[in-house]
């Protein structure tokens, strides 16, 4: 049974740091890309970034390039998406996904067929 577990949201102050977690199980991370991506109320949902199954390679949106950095821990069957320099408008929830349409762009969101029940994040002084 495929399974994806959010974890490491929380309320920060701007310029403040957090990790998110994304634990998988019923696969492995190093076969698939995961993405995370955010949604706020009202928003569609929005990638912002995915990391290869493949080769590992990372891919992050504009608005969080520089800020933000994904891993993967295979040994522990996680992936990782370390946020700095928050900012207000980074408030969201924020949902890991499995990526199984091949062909689809990473930001595409019906590319992915599974996702977590998603960790909140809010950013506010």
């Known amino acids: 049974q495929v399974q994806l577990v959010e974890s490491g949201g929380g309320l920060v102050q701007p310029g403040g740091s957090l990790r998110l977690s994304c634990a998988a199980s019923?696969?492995?991370?190093?076969?698939?890309?995961i993405g995370w991506f955010r949604q706020a109320p009202g928003q569609e949902r929005e990638g912002v970034s995915c990391i290869s199954g493949r080769d590992g390679r990372t891919y992050y949106s504009d608005s969080v390039k520089g800020r933000v950095t994904i891993s993967r821990d295979g040994a522990k069957n996680t992936v990782y998406l370390e946020m700095n320099s928050l900012k207000p408008e980074d408030t969201s929830i924020y949902y890991c996904g499995r990526k199984t349409g091949l062909f689809r762009p990473w930001t595409f969101a019906q590319a992915y067929d599974s996702w977590g029940q998603g960790t909140q994040v809010t950013v506010s002084s």
């Open positions: 019923g696969f492995s991370v190093d076969d698939y890309t």
